[in-house]
């Protein structure tokens, strides 16, 4: 198999977006757009990969600096898409094989139809062969102009006579081309259309001229070729993307309620029976098991959820683990780190960080606990607070099995509360509590008797 080269184009200035971010780094379902091109392209394990960068570089560059396989090339100043893939010329010129050329902003490629078109080329001959789709709404699009069934130019939207705007056949903008006589071609671009650039389309009517062969592969699902340019395009893919995900999790055995309001990442992993209700997210490297429920309005990030889990609504989770049974909820707020073991109940108003819960512990109500290592089948009255941090830094707080916290107690770390010692309510623990003790704090209570008959009289005058 001859070498593949792929270049993608990301120089734009995405002025539809109307952003100063770089247009290929705003996320579709999750994940910067470009990531898709780049992980669509891997799929043929090219010989190389180069990314045109031009508007706002460095911040894109930036972006993609986890991907050690790509090279970039500066395109300066951006003079249309002709221009661009002209930018690699001192990488590629010279070279045998093909150049697969992709835009930063057409996500919804699958690696299946880049290799089709690869395999279109190969197979034809053919100095270029272009991706295309037949649309009821081609707006926007180059429209693919055919003499006696062979394309014969692409026109753009703006240059488009009324006739040639009634075209539904577009062009992908993803082509795949023969290297030996790419670059003299694309130097023989001129600018003569209504944006005054080099347009990347008017290499097939250069070809044509120049008898070389071009041929084209039609998608059957146009969604693939959805050019992103306008904020309403983004939403308009992502939505697509998900729907996908929520049909695969769906026939996996996961009750959606209601998924065009349910947010699931691509590697999110959803076992069989478990309920998601509406106005869920479940983002990045989530994992949740069997039988759980996720009630409406909840965000989790980054954790794992073992099988059984009740998340009640509203609560916040994010680099935790979660152990069977666990019930958390309503509005918890589960910071990283957090290991809740299993049955663990975490009520409302609950905020954890950095702590690991034993077996069976609960924490009902309105508690902070930071940097804490609680044992088994603890109870943390309503109110108590781990003071871990000291201005500048932080303590742990251990619990140990069965000990009993009473309400609005706050632990000052360090300190530890032994096996099974109790805590009266109010109390502020500076100092370890033995095992099997009872530690209380507050002053000895006084009552003024007759007070508030005293007060009124008072107020009267
Ligand atoms: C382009 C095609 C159009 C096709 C459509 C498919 C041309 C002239 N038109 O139009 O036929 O139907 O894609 O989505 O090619 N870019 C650069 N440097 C530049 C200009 C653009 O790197 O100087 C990059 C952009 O960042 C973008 C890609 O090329 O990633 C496409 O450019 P864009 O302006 O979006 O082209 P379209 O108008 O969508
Ligand atoms: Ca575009």
């Given amino acids: 198999m001859s070498d593949l080269h792929v270049v993608i184009l990301a120089a734009g200035k995405g002025t539809r977006m109307k952003s100063g971010r770089p247009k290929v780094l705003h996320q579709v379902a999750g994940r910067p757009m470009i990531d898709y091109a780049i992980v669509a392209a891997r799929s043929l394990s090219p010989t190389t990969t180069t990314v045109v960068v031009g508007h706002m570089k460095e911040l894109l560059q930036k972006g993609l600096e986890r991907y050690p396989e790509l090279s970039f090339v500066t395109q300066e100043p951006q003079l249309g898409t002709g221009h661009a893939l002209l930018q690699t010329a001192d990488l590629l010129e010279g070279k045998n094989g093909f150049v697969l050329m992709l835009s930063g902003d057409v996500p919804l490629l699958t690696g299946h139809t880049l290799a089709a078109l690869l395999r279109k080329q190969e197979e034809s001959g053919v100095a270029a062969t272009v991706l295309t789709s037949s649309i009821d709404q081609p707006y926007g699009y180059g429209r693919i102009v055919r003499l006696r069934g062979k394309v014969s130019r692409i026109v753009e939207e703006r240059d488009a006579s009324p006739a040639q705007r009634k075209i539904k056949e577009v062009n992908g903008g993803v082509y795949v081309f023969s290297l030996p006589p790419l670059f003299d071609?694309?130097?023989?671009?001129?600018?003569?259309?209504?944006?005054?650039?080099?347009?990347?389309?008017?290499?097939?009517?250069?070809?044509?001229?120049?008898?070389?062969?071009?041929?084209?592969?039609?998608?059957?699902?146009?969604?693939?070729?959805?050019?992103?340019?306008?904020?309403?395009?983004?939403?308009?893919?992502?939505?697509?993307?998900?729907?996908?995900?929520?049909?695969?999790?769906?026939?996996?055995?996961?009750?959606?309620?209601?998924?065009?309001?349910?947010?699931?990442?691509?590697?999110?992993?959803?076992?069989?029976?478990?309920?998601?209700?509406?106005?869920?997210?479940?983002?990045?490297?989530?994992?949740?098991?069997?039988?759980?429920?996720?009630?409406?309005?909840?965000?989790?990030?980054?954790?794992?959820?073992?099988?059984?889990?009740?998340?009640?609504?509203?609560?916040?989770?994010?680099?935790?683990?979660?152990?069977?049974?666990?019930?958390?909820?309503?509005?918890?707020?589960?910071?990283?780190?957090?290991?809740?073991?299993?049955?663990?109940?975490?009520?409302?108003?609950?905020?954890?960080?950095?702590?690991?819960?034993?077996?069976?512990?609960?924490?009902?109500?309105?508690?902070?606990?930071?940097?804490?290592?609680?044992?088994?089948?603890?109870?943390?009255?309503?109110?108590?607070?781990?003071?871990?941090?000291?201005?500048?830094?932080?303590?742990?707080?251990?619990?140990?099995?069965?000990?009993?916290?009473?309400?609005?107690?706050?632990?000052?770390?360090?300190?530890?509360?032994?096996?099974?010692?109790?805590?009266?309510?109010?109390?502020?623990?500076?100092e370890s509590v033995p095992a099997g003790s009872l530690a209380v704090s507050a002053g000895k209570q006084r009552n003024i008797e007759g007070w508030t008959d005293r007060k009124k009289v008072k107020s009267k005058k």
């Fill in 185 to 430: 071609a694309l130097r023989g671009l001129a600018t003569a259309n209504a944006q005054g650039e080099y347009y990347l389309t008017d290499l097939i009517s250069t070809y044509r001229r120049r008898k070389l062969g071009v041929e084209t592969v039609l998608l059957e699902d146009s969604n693939e070729i959805r050019g992103i340019n306008s904020r309403s395009e983004l939403a308009e893919a992502s939505r697509i993307v998900r729907q996908k995900k929520n049909e695969e999790l769906m026939a996996a055995g996961v009750t959606i309620e209601d998924p065009a309001t349910t947010y699931i990442d691509e590697a999110v992993i959803v076992g069989a029976d478990t309920v998601i209700h509406p106005g869920v997210h479940l983002e990045g490297k989530t994992e949740i098991g069997q039988a759980c429920e996720i009630h409406a309005g909840v965000r989790i990030i980054n954790s794992t959820l073992d099988d059984r889990v009740t998340v009640q609504n509203f609560c916040v989770i994010n680099g935790s683990r979660l152990g069977p049974g666990v019930t958390v909820g309503p509005f918890v707020h589960l910071r990283p780190e957090s290991e809740l073991h299993e049955s663990v109940r975490i009520g409302n108003f609950v905020e954890l960080k950095k702590s690991v819960v034993g077996k069976g512990s609960k924490a009902g109500h309105l508690s902070y606990l930071g940097d804490a290592v609680i044992g088994e089948g603890v109870n943390i009255g309503a109110g108590t607070i781990t003071c871990n941090y000291d201005g500048e830094q932080k303590h742990q707080t251990v619990i140990e099995d069965g000990a009993f916290i009473g309400s609005d107690t706050q632990l000052v770390a360090p300190v530890t509360v032994g096996k099974g010692a109790y805590v009266g309510s109010g109390a502020t623990i500076r």
